[in-house]
């Protein structure tokens, strides 16, 4: 079994191998809704876990962005880092850049709220408050059927993510806003 990092060593290795400010916050976000999502549902022991792979997901994507989810197994591997985590943070390129399948809830959030989230983001961006304390469901369902919106964040991928989970879009939308709201600075 391999070592599962602090919270202040997986911010350590992030920051080495991530500079750009989108970048970091792309993964201080994921973690929080993470974080959001373990005690939302029952995973009050596993909580900095979750976390943990939330803000590491992305660990290869601005050096290695067409090796992403694949360059981070290695890199994480040669850290002598747990499993547990790099088949975690790697499985949300399930199906785009690897074939590691997201098979715990854990994984399977993950995967759901990735892209979520920048598209909650943006959508937030957009009021006047540049807040999600006051962004609703109509608003971000409004967002999502717009394809030219935030046309990066994968539609697909939410879909697919809240399929996997057995939730509804509007819950998962839901939820991820309310964990967003959470730590919004």
């Given amino acids: 079994m391999g070592k599962i990092p602090t919270r202040e060593e997986a911010w350590e290795l992030l920051t080495r ?5 989108f970048h970091l916050k792309h993964a201080q976000t994921v973690e929080g809704v993470m974080r959001y999502f373990a005690q939302k549902l029952g995973y009050e022991d596993e909580v900095d876990f979750w976390g943990i792979v ?4 992305d660990l290869d994507f601005e050096q ?7 360059k981070s197994q290695k890199i994480m591997r040669a850290e002598g880092l747990d499993e547990a985590l790099i088949h975690a ?8 850049t ?6 715990k809830e854990m994984e399977k959030v993950l995967f759901a709220v990735d ?4 598209l909650i983001g943006a959508a937030a961006l957009m ?19 717009t394809k ?16 996997m989970l057995g939730w509804s879009l509007d819950d998962l939308i839901t939820d991820t806003i309310l964990a967003m709201r959470t730590f919004e600075e």
Wanted: glycine share 8%; charged share 30%; net charge negative.
């Fill in 17 to 21: 191998y991530n500079q750009d400010e």
């Fill in 54 to 57: 939330g803000l590491l997901h």
């Fill in 64 to 70: 290695y962005p067409e090796e992403h989810c694949i």
């Fill in 89 to 96: 943070t790697a499985s949300h390129g399930y199906g785009l």
């Fill in 98 to 103: 690897v074939d590691v399948k997201p098979e």
């Fill in 115 to 118: 892209e979520l989230t920048g």
């Fill in 127 to 145: 009021r006047p408050s540049r807040s999600v304390q006051d962004l609703e469901l109509k608003s971000v369902k409004k967002k999502f059927k």
């Fill in 148 to 163: 030219s919106f935030a046309a990066g964040c994968s539609r697909e991928v939410i879909e697919q993510g809240a399929e």
